[in-house]
Each structure stands twice: as C-alpha cells, then as structure tokens.
C-alpha cells in the first residue's frame, strides 16, 4: 500500500515556475513507478510525466517536454520521506490544472502513461498560470 500526499500547486504568471513534490510512504515505495497527470475543468484527467521504479527511465507528454522534469529521491534512512518531484517552468495558462501523483507497483523500463495504469493516487494540487 502506497500513500500519496501532493504540495507545492499555487497561482503563478505565465512564463513561471513552480515545483510540486509528492511524498509517499511505504516500505516498498522503491519498487513503484510514478506519474504525475492533471486534470483541468471539463476536461479529462491526462498523463503529464512519469518515471521508472529506479529512476532510470522518463517519460513526457508532448505538450510538456522541454518544460518540466520528473524526478524522485527514495528514502535511504527509517524515517525519511519518499519524494517525487515535477519542476515545471515557462509555465502556460493551459497547464492551469489540478495534478495528480500517482503510483504504480511496477520493477519495469517501461510505465504506463494512462490512468489505468496506476492504482494509488493523491487529492490533487491546484495549479493556475496566469496569463
């Protein structure tokens, strides 16, 4: 079972950045892949980024390659917090959304980039961009 807690969302001017970070807990939190998506007003939830159980392999959507980058950093220690991170900059008005963390038990290359590929996910955090 994985926990998923997301921060960081907020109200930015086009051309921006902001950070968001999703904590997870769990003691296998190392064997999940990880994906962000967001979901705007009217419209569906959409893959925004994701990453591989070990870090090593990336994926974007189009409308997002270039602008933001997918990270995690696993908990090395009894205590620490399992981390994902999505740094979005030159921000636009349409990335307006809520984002969504997601996680996925999943030791491939490979992850999946659609909704049904994932089984936890977080409440979401707001993200405006202002134009």
């Known amino acids: 079972q994985v926990q998923l807690v997301e921060s960081g969302g907020g109200l930015v001017q086009a051309g921006g950045s902001l950070r968001l970070s999703c904590a997870a807990s769990g003691r296998t939190f190392s064997s999940y892949a990880m994906g962000w998506f967001r979901q705007a007003p009217g419209k569906e939830r959409e893959f925004v980024?994701?990453?591989?159980?070990?870090?090593?392999s990336t994926y974007y959507a189009d409308s997002v390659r270039?602008?933001?980058?997918i990270s995690r950093d696993d908990a090395k220690n009894t205590g620490d917090l399992n981390m994902v991170y999505l740094q979005m900059n030159s921000l636009k008005p349409e990335?307006?959304?809520?984002?969504?963390?997601?996680?996925?038990?999943?030791?491939?290359?490979?992850?999946?980039t659609t909704v049904d590929?994932?089984?936890?996910w977080g409440?979401?955090?707001q993200v405006t961009v202002s134009s």
């Open 95 to 112: 990335d307006t959304a809520v984002y969504y963390c997601a996680a996925e038990n999943l030791k491939t290359i490979a992850v999946p």
């Open 66 to 69: 270039g602008r933001f980058t």
């Open 123 to 125: 409440q979401g955090t």
């Open 117 to 120: 590929g994932y089984d936890y």
């Open 49 to 56: 980024a994701a990453i591989s159980w070990s870090g090593g």
